[in-house]
């Protein structure tokens, strides 16, 4: 039978069934809007165990959106999902270098991939900065070396590529950069992902 529910409503009805069908699971409170965002984008209750958390990760990004800070995604389609809004009210905002002529241009000439240049270009931004990957474990690995060669120190790194190739190798190794981090292990991941994560951020704050 259709549930009859007013526009305004569907999301916090789909809420309270995400909570019902997680049953007696017990999230880490501060984890547990982020989980639930997540769950809520893809309709995957896989996410409310493969995502990772480093200590006092979410409570991090909050503070670092409190301040002001940038956000770098690796694609057009997070950079479009991430609430521009709220993040323009704390004075942030978003960059994709991915689309970028002299990106495309620069990485034809090394032989790399466009979404290394793009982590090479945000690492050049002067303010701190959220780094949201959903798509590219180049992008991800390229991160990893840039935070090892003490060139970028992420506010916290988002790290959910979808894929096969060194997608698993790239997020355990981010896990390991000595930065907070949000990582979804295993495969799944995806731009719409990063997106939630950055977003259930900036409704905490925005309540």
């Known amino acids: ?90 004075g942030g905002e978003v960059h994709c270098f991915m689309s970028d002529p002299d990106v495309a241009e620069e990485a034809r000439a090394r032989g790399i991939t466009r979404a290394v240049v793009s982590m090479e270009r945000a690492a050049k931004l002067e303010k701190p900065c959220i780094f949201a990957i959903g798509n590219a474990p180049t992008a991800l690995l390229a991160l990893h070396d840039l935070i090892a060669a003490g060139t970028v120190k992420p506010a916290l790194v988002v790290g959910v590529p979808v894929g096969f190739v060194n997608v698993v190798e790239s997020k355990e190794r981010i896990m390991t950069a000595g930065v907070p981090y949000i990582v979804a292990r295993g495969r799944k991941g995806g731009s719409n992902v990063a997106a939630a994560i950055c977003n259930a951020m900036l409704y905490q704050i925005s309540r």
């Open 1 to 90: 039978m259709l549930e009859t529910i007013k526009p305004m409503d569907i999301e916090k009805r789909s809420f309270a069934i995400i909570t019902e069908l997680l049953g007696d699971r017990t999230l880490d409170p501060e984890n547990e809007p982020v989980i639930k965002r997540v769950i809520h984008t893809t309709a995957d209750f896989d996410y409310a165990d493969n995502l990772c958390f480093s200590e006092h990760a979410v409570a991090r990004g909050i503070e670092a959106l409190r301040g002001g800070c940038d956000t770098v995604t690796d694609t057009q389609m997070a950079r479009s999902g991430i609430n521009k809004t709220i993040l323009g009210r704390l």
